[in-house]
């Protein structure tokens, strides 16, 4: 008969962030078939791929794949899990050799639903002891299965997000429309080029060319409605910045994953690039024609000016990012209302007087907490509602003016902006990390009375 843990568990479709210590499992496989003991260490590492293409971080990437393992009796297992590989060697006892597999990501999609399935397929495992030939098969399924919704609501996702963008940096309702009808452009030109396989570098070139260019055009022509071009710009850097992994790149460096922390940090550092060259080959281009060039000089005044409307704003981002990245219904929601309250509370916490590093890891600690309380209710992984919720936060426009400031001489401003970037996304991965510990704190004791004890995240072997 199933224990407690697992029938509650099973009941209320818990999600990562409370992981059980795994009892022994009710009927552990044998030991000695090699293929029986392979299709378990498959299973643990195609979820592991999920989990990890969807930018969860090593620790709890680790902790899914040795959760499954050790359902099935494979309690005794190395895991090592970098940027793009997962290997896992799994100890048989004295008398038989170690069983070692290895797993390549090759594709990287921001699927929150794909994520959520897996997450529920684990808990299922658990809960029934499901055999691994059916696992596979689940799998598979989940891995096959179209996203949720049609490519033009993802579009639409990320151009209202780019329009929240632009109002939430004290744009108004034109910069809104234009930043929306700009993201629209840029993600349904670069869909095409990546069906053409070009490389995601040079894709972010051409949504910067496209960003720029209306900023361009209303600096040259539409002066006399007194708009601000730059914050087109922003809007669409936003947008390009916004999968990318600044804050999971210092998160893996806290919890002790180096190679994979500087893995997605360089992956950062080009993407931007590759946007900065587009921005910059389009001013260029207009310096050329003799138009009016605009000041990319964004330092967007974030304060309580009007903040209602950045309320708004910021719900809008988050729910439009977690949108984008077709999160199941029930997780919009949960993810727009932790981008509200990252917004107010960072302005909060600035108007008081602390800095953008003090006030985004507020934030960020509000985020974790609500990403630990909110996700079980909305039966989502808490990485959808963290992700989301950070997104208002904007931390990869410093890491854009900072590398703009060094590749046009200005070398003292780029570095200032590239150290705060990083103190920035160190604030935002704590405060996160914080946040979800503080949740994970706040039900322990119902939890250990009900279901035991709790496991903590192991750290990576890197």
């Not at 963008?165 to 993600?187: E, P, R, Y």
């Not at 138009?291 to 990319?296: D, I, Q, R």
């Not at 949960?334 to 600035?350: C, D, H, N, P, R």
């Not at 590398?403 to 200032?416: H, T, V």
Request: include cysteine; charged fraction near 15%; glycine fraction near 8%.
């Amino acid at each position: 008969m199933a224990s407690g843990v697992e029938r509650v568990l099973g009941e209320r479709r818990a999600t990562a962030d409370a992981v059980v210590e795994a009892p022994a499992p009710l009927q552990p496989i044998d030991l000695t078939d090699d293929a029986t003991v392979t299709q378990v260490l498959d299973l643990a590492e195609r979820v592991g791929e999920v989990v990890l293409a969807s930018g969860t971080a090593v620790t709890d990437t680790t902790d899914q794949v040795e959760f499954i393992a050790s359902t099935y009796g494979l309690s005794q297992c190395d895991i090592d899990v970098t940027y793009n590989s997962i290997r896992i060697s799994a100890d048989r006892g004295p008398t038989l050799p170690p069983a070692s597999t290895m797993r390549v990501v090759r594709q990287r999609s921001l699927d929150f639903t794909r994520l959520a399935a897996a997450d529920r397929l684990t808990r299922r495992i658990r809960r029934e002891l499901v055999p691994p030939e059916e696992a596979l098969a689940a799998l598979d399924e989940i891995t096959s299965a179209p996203h949720p919704y049609n490519r033009w609501i993802a579009t639409f996702g990320w151009a209202l997000m780019a329009a929240a963008v632009a109002l939430l940096l004290n744009g108004g309702l034109l910069i809104a429309a234009l930043s929306f009808a700009t993201t629209t452009l840029i993600d349904r030109t670069n869909r095409r080029l990546n069906r053409r396989g070009l490389p995601f570098f040079f894709q972010h070139m051409v949504g910067g060319m496209i960003a720029a260019l209306p900023a361009v055009l209303v600096s040259s022509y539409f002066s006399h409605l007194h708009l601000d071009p730059a914050l087109i710009i922003a809007a669409g850097i936003a947008v390009l910045l916004a999968g990318l992994q600044l804050v999971g790149a210092v998160e893996d460096a806290i919890t002790g994953a180096p190679i994979t922390a500087a893995a997605r940090m360089l992956e950062v550092v080009m993407m931007t690039g590759g946007i900065i060259a587009g921005i910059t080959l389009t001013l260029r281009a207009a310096e050329l024609l003799n138009l009016t060039v605009p000041s990319v000089d964004m330092a967007p005044g974030r304060d309580l000016t009007n903040w209602p409307m950045k309320l708004l704003a910021g719900a809008l981002t988050s729910l439009a990012f977690a949108l984008a990245c077709y999160a199941e219904k029930r997780a919009l929601a949960a993810a727009a209302f932790s981008g509200a309250a990252a917004t107010i509370f960072y302005l909060l916490v600035q108007q008081a007087g602390f800095g953008p590093i003090v006030s985004s890891g507020a934030a960020a600690t509000v985020v974790g907490l609500a990403g630990g309380l909110l996700a079980r209710r909305a039966l989502t992984p808490p990485l959808v509602v963290a992700v989301a919720g950070i997104t208002p936060l904007l931390p990869g426009l410093r890491v854009y003016r900072g590398l703009y400031a060094l590749l046009n001489d200005e070398q003292l401003i780029g570095i200032n902006q590239l150290f705060s970037a990083f103190a920035v996304g160190c604030a935002l991965a704590a405060g996160v990390t914080l946040g979800e510990w503080i949740a994970r704190d706040l039900r322990r004791p119902r939890i250990v009375k009900r279901f035991g004890s709790i496991r903590r995240p192991r750290m990576s072997s890197q």
